[in-house]
């Protein structure tokens, strides 16, 4: 098993201003996930972060807007930049799904006023 | 990854066994069958996986149809606590990403 943490549990924002969120795991991991969950609705994977390289980003996502640091194997950050209010959601960072089993933190729940 | 098909809602009674259907009509040979489930204001919970066979743990059962089409997942004494989203995945066994559909929205009811 492994045990995710994340920074901040929630936070607001202004529009226009970016959010860093950090992701801990008490476990060292080849690759760690961030999802998105827009109010209402299913997860929807950003990027696969990488130790060492650049994280791969799905359709629809870009470096620009979600730039994603994995300075080591037991912690990555998402930045959300330029926020505006279609950002609000709630941000997930996850390991390990190559195992069988995935592992998610609590989530960020962020709100862009 | 296969396209799994849920319902969007259920309800059962506390005490009861809860099932909970997928269509995974286009699953390949290779792709396992996971089920996750979300509690209101956390992050998804893994539940329960198989290939081909029927599975049982601590926390449910899992039912294949002999031709992988459909699974069912079982909770046989649902309790308030289950009440969340289910979330029915179809996926080759060691690919690293998980594609969420949109889930069937399990109540509970006292």
Not at chain 1, 63 to 89: C, G
Request: proline content about 5%; glycine content about 8%; charged content about 15%.
């Amino acid at each position: 098993s492994a045990v995710i943490s994340q920074k901040p549990s929630r936070d607001i924002c202004q529009r226009g201003t970016s959010l860093t969120i950090q992701c801990q795991v008490d476990s060292q991991v080849t690759m760690m996930f961030w999802y998105r969950q827009q109010p209402g609705q299913s997860l929807t994977l950003i990027a696969t972060a990488n130790q060492g390289s650049e994280a791969t980003y799905e359709s629809g996502f870009v470096i620009d807007k979600f730039p994603i640091s994995r300075p080591n194997l037991t912690f990555s950050t998402l930045t959300v930049s330029n926020m505006s209010p279609e950002d609000s959601s709630i941000y997930l960072c996850s390991v390990g799904p190559g195992t069988g089993k995935a592992f998610f933190g609590q989530g960020t729940r962020l709100t862009v006023v | 990854d296969a396209k799994t098909t849920q319902p969007p809602s259920m309800d059962c009674a506390e005490g009861r066994a809860a099932n909970l259907p997928c269509n995974h009509s286009t699953i390949s040979g290779n792709e396992y069958v996971y089920w996750y489930r979300q509690i209101h204001s956390q992050g998804p919970q893994y539940i329960i996986h198989g290939l081909k066979n029927n599975e049982t743990n601590e926390m449910a059962s899992l039912i294949i149809t002999e031709d992988r089409k459909s699974s069912t997942l079982i909770l046989p004494h649902a309790t308030l606590r289950d009440t969340a989203v289910y979330y029915c995945i179809v996926r080759v066994e060691g690919a690293q990403k998980l594609v969420f559909g949109q889930g069937t929205r399990l109540t509970i009811n006292p």
